[in-house]
């Protein structure tokens, strides 16, 4: 007869065997929370551990509690988690520079602009008196203004108030003055808009450039703080990288410096613009990166907008039937861009709004791309798209890279723009996700507003914040959830060649998540933009809480 163990004995050799599976160290555990991953499977888990600012494991609170020992242990309490918010497109640099000008943004009239003016800027100065984010099609009478009432108020002051897309603005006639601006100018690419003879003091495009490029520069320590304050603005709304479209040399340089120094936290995938010093510097030297910072694509621009009707149209414009729009660049220089970001394996992105600039530039990419590729060149914006366009985008692998607030924002008046033939084709964003199966979407703020969750509400519900239209906007092309998610984290990263680093919680991964008081992917979607952000977290630091 065999000899039987004690019940004693077996629990003190399971005691002991335990005890050989010593529990890792780490740096962070949260647990008990809801935590989507956005991982292949698009999985939800409990809890996750960080080391060395890396997403070590994911899984369940049970498993990694008794596996990893850490210095921090975060008990979520039934909080929500996802990857760090990624913008896949917006002008942070530029939205720096805002927050010191006057915030026009709302504005019912011209009038209300000159009330705000008056009040922050005292007569008697002779410094630049700034402002941005104003909208005509805001207005009751949706017509441009006229500088008329900035010369009564401030006869000796110039004045730049820049339009909420960034591509037309108002001066007064010093400023004009100062830049040589009279009914008799002409610039390519930009319109300078005269009635009976007379500058109004509308600049659409490239003609606005004249006046921005007289605007004195703030020092250093001014950018610096500027940048500062920006990125704590990015970061209490979740964001923890952001696409800035469109940068020159000083700027890209002033972004690494403070990153380098640990000044500057927010990551950053820089644009550049097609200057000399650009090309020189990077495209022909090759890709810049660091752990913060990611430098391989030209941001050209093949049009204007919509709402200052510069976006350049195949026909015209349904409510200016003598306008087409503005083509800001020729189509040599387009392609002279290209061209030369293929032979140095250079990323592409084209600001395209109209269908003409749409086709331009698709048709150019597919000359240089020629067929499948990986070389992810995008179509910034791709907002109105001919249909016969469409299936360019998945036979060259071109990305539409997309803002899905511009839809809730231009529906009021877009069709009268363009009528209702081809407003079917634009804001098209579920027929350009087909293309490809994938797609980023950012927020271009300051054009719009810089929180990530007006986006993705905006994305699938197709209404304003106040549910408007209460069935949704041409919901054939609203997208759902999970895909709003994906395009504001993994498929924000994968437009930038960043999926392997960032975007999701896995393994091997950096440590950027957001902390929700509230789940976005079932909480009932009119309460979706109200949802506050709780913590941001990068490289496994935490770098914002809510108060």
Same mark, same amino acid.
């Given at each position: 007869?065999?000899?039987?163990?004690?019940?004693?004995?077996?629990?003190?050799?399971?005691?002991?065997?335990?005890?050989?599976?010593?529990?890792?160290?780490?740096?962070?555990?949260?647990?008990?929370?809801?935590?989507?991953?956005?991982?292949?499977?698009?999985?939800?888990?409990?809890?996750?551990?960080?080391?060395?600012?890396?997403?070590?494991?994911?899984?369940?609170?049970?498993?990694?509690?008794?596996?990893?020992?850490?210095?921090?242990?975060?008990?979520?309490?039934?909080?929500?988690?996802?990857?760090?918010?990624?913008?896949?497109?917006?002008?942070?640099?530029?939205?720096?520079?805002?927050?010191?000008?006057?915030?026009?943004?709302?504005?019912?009239?011209?009038?209300?602009?000159?009330?705000?003016?008056?009040?922050?800027?005292?007569?008697?100065?002779?410094?630049?008196?700034?402002?941005?984010?104003?909208?005509?099609?805001?207005?009751?009478?949706?017509?441009?203004?006229?500088?008329?009432?900035?010369?009564?108020?401030?006869?000796?002051?110039?004045?730049?108030? +820049?339009?909420?897309?960034?591509?037309?603005?108002?001066?007064?006639?010093?400023?004009?003055?100062?830049?040589?601006?009279?009914?008799?100018?002409?610039?390519?690419?930009? +319109?300078?808009?005269?009635?009976?003879?007379?500058?109004?003091?509308?600049?659409?495009?490239?003609?606005?450039?004249?006046?921005?490029?007289?605007?004195?520069?703030?020092?250093?320590?001014?950018?610096?703080?500027?940048?500062?304050?920006?990125?704590?603005?990015?970061?209490?709304?979740?964001?923890?990288?952001?696409?800035?479209?469109?940068?020159?040399?000083?700027?890209?340089?002033?972004?690494?410096?403070?990153?380098?120094?640990?000044?500057?936290?927010?990551?950053?995938?820089?644009?550049?613009?097609?200057?000399?010093?650009?090309?020189?510097?990077?495209?022909?030297?090759?890709?810049?990166?660091?752990?913060?910072?990611?430098?391989?694509?030209?941001?050209?621009?093949?049009?204007?907008?919509?709402?200052?009707?510069?976006?350049?149209?195949?026909?015209?414009?349904?409510?200016?039937?003598?306008?087409?729009?503005?083509?800001?660049?020729?189509?040599?220089?387009?392609?002279?861009?290209?061209?030369?970001?293929?032979?140095?394996?250079?990323?592409?992105?084209?600001?395209?709004?109209?269908?003409?600039?749409?086709?331009?530039?698709?048709?150019?990419?597919?000359?240089?791309?020629?067929?499948?590729?990986?070389?992810?060149?995008?179509?910034?914006?791709?907002?109105?798209?001919?249909?016969?366009?469409?299936?360019?985008?998945?036979?060259?692998?071109?990305?539409?890279?997309?803002?899905?607030?511009?839809?809730?924002?231009?529906?009021?008046?877009?069709?009268?723009?363009?009528?209702?033939?081809?407003?079917?084709?634009?804001?098209?964003?579920?027929?350009?996700?087909?293309?490809?199966?994938?797609?980023?979407?950012?927020?271009?703020?300051?054009?719009?507003?810089?929180?990530?969750?007006?986006?993705?509400?905006?994305?699938?519900?197709?209404?304003?914040?106040?549910?408007?239209?209460?069935?949704?906007?041409?919901?054939?092309?609203?997208?759902?959830?999970?895909?709003?998610?994906?395009?504001?984290?993994?498929?924000?990263?994968?437009?930038?060649?960043?999926?392997?680093?960032?975007?999701?919680?896995?393994?091997?991964?950096?440590?950027?998540?957001?902390?929700?008081?509230?789940?976005?992917?079932?909480?009932?979607?009119?309460?979706?933009?109200?949802?506050?952000?709780?913590?941001?977290?990068?490289?496994?630091?935490?770098?914002?809480?809510?108060?």
């Amino acid at each position: 007869m065999k000899p039987r163990l004690s019940i004693s004995l077996v629990i003190l050799v399971f005691i002991v065997l335990s005890g050989c599976q010593e529990r890792r160290d780490s740096d962070v555990i949260l647990y008990n929370g809801i935590i989507y991953t956005v991982d292949k499977n698009f999985s939800v888990c409990e809890a996750v551990v960080i080391k060395d600012g890396i997403f070590v494991e994911s899984g369940s609170t049970k498993e990694l509690r008794s596996r990893y020992r850490a210095d921090k242990k975060i008990d979520l309490n039934g909080q929500v988690v996802y990857p760090g918010f990624y913008d896949a497109h917006c002008h942070f640099t530029a939205y720096s520079e805002s927050l010191r000008k006057a915030n026009l943004v709302g504005t019912s009239s011209f009038e209300d602009i000159c009330e705000i003016l008056k009040e922050h800027h005292p007569e008697g100065s002779d410094e630049w008196i700034l402002g941005h984010g104003w909208d005509q099609n805001d207005w009751n009478i949706k017509e441009y203004p006229d500088r008329s009432l900035l010369d009564e108020l401030f006869p000796d002051q110039p004045v730049f108030l +820049e339009r909420i897309d960034g591509h037309g603005a108002i001066a007064n006639a010093r400023a004009l003055e100062l830049a040589g601006i009279s009914a008799d100018s002409f610039i390519e690419g930009g +319109e300078i808009i005269v009635k009976d003879g007379r500058v109004t003091g509308i600049l659409v495009d490239n003609a606005a450039d004249l006046v921005a490029d007289l605007i004195p520069v703030p020092g250093e320590q001014e950018k610096k703080e500027n940048l500062q304050r920006a990125e704590q603005n990015c970061f209490a709304v979740g964001l923890s990288t952001i696409v800035d479209a469109g940068l020159e040399k000083t700027e890209v340089d002033l972004i690494d410096m403070l990153q380098q120094t640990g000044e500057l936290k927010i990551r950053v995938y820089a644009m550049l613009n097609p200057t000399q010093e650009n090309i020189d510097n990077y495209v022909l030297k090759g890709f810049y990166k660091t752990d913060r910072l990611n430098i391989r694509s030209l941001k050209l621009y093949a049009d204007g907008a919509l709402g200052s009707r510069g976006a350049l149209l195949i026909e015209p414009y349904s409510d200016a039937w003598e306008k087409q729009g503005l083509q800001v660049n020729t189509t040599e220089f387009l392609n002279q861009m290209c061209k030369l970001s293929s032979e140095n394996n250079f990323q592409v992105a084209t600001h395209c709004i109209g269908d003409s600039a749409n086709r331009l530039m698709l048709s150019i990419y597919k000359d240089k791309l020629g067929g499948k590729n990986d070389r992810r060149w995008r179509i910034e914006h791709a907002q109105i798209v001919h249909p016969d366009d469409f299936i360019l985008f998945g036979d060259y692998s071109i990305i539409p890279s997309i803002q899905t607030t511009h839809a809730t924002s231009d529906m009021y008046w877009a069709a009268e723009r363009i009528g209702n033939r081809r407003i079917k084709s634009a804001y098209a964003y579920k027929q350009l996700l087909v293309q490809n199966g994938w797609l980023p979407n950012g927020s271009d703020f300051p054009v719009e507003n810089i929180n990530p969750l007006f986006g993705f509400y905006a994305g699938f519900s197709r209404m304003d914040q106040a549910g408007f239209p209460e069935q949704g906007w041409q919901m054939e092309n609203a997208l759902n959830r999970e895909e709003c998610l994906k395009a504001m984290t993994i498929w924000a990263a994968r437009s930038c060649f960043e999926e392997n680093e960032r975007g999701s919680i896995e393994g091997g991964k950096m440590a950027d998540f957001v902390i929700l008081d509230q789940d976005i992917m079932t909480a009932e979607s009119i309460d979706i933009p109200k949802i506050k952000v709780l913590e941001t977290w990068i490289a496994g630091e935490q770098v914002y809480r809510s108060k």
